[in-house]
Nanobody
């Protein structure tokens, strides 16, 4: 089992920045594919960013390319999502995921965090 705990969400004005953190614990040796998804009420889960550090691949949703950056601190077993130039449409609950292939399909990930709310005001 892998436990994921997100933090760093909050309220920010459009154009501002936030950094989300995801601390992984448990059998982290299985977490070669990790990433972030988001969800707004009434919508399906939306892929944001992910990486597979075995393959060295990182990918982003088109809507966040150039604004968001995913990274990992191996020593801390923590994944980050740096979000810059935030827009009101980025408002969502953001979920950290692990145990997947580093791709964009939510069904590929076995472990999900509890989510952290990000609200961007206009």
């Amino acid at each position: 089992q892998v436990q994921l705990v997100e933090s760093g969400g909050g309220l920010v004005q459009a154009g501002g920045s936030l950094r989300l953190s995801c601390a992984a614990s448990g059998r982290t040796s299985s977490t070669y594919g990790m990433g972030w998804f988001r969800r707004t009420p009434g919508k399906e889960r939306e892929f944001v960013a992910a990486f597979n550090w075995i393959g060295g691949l990182t990918q982003y949703a088109d809507s966040v390319k150039g604004r968001f950056t995913i990274s990992k601190d191996n020593a801390k077993n923590t994944v980050y999502l740096q979000m810059n130039n935030l827009k009101p449409e980025d408002t969502a609950v953001y979920y950290c995921v692990a145990g997947g292939d580093g791709g964009s399909r939510p069904s590929a990930y076995r472990y999900w965090g509890q989510g952290t709310q990000v609200t961007v005001s206009s």
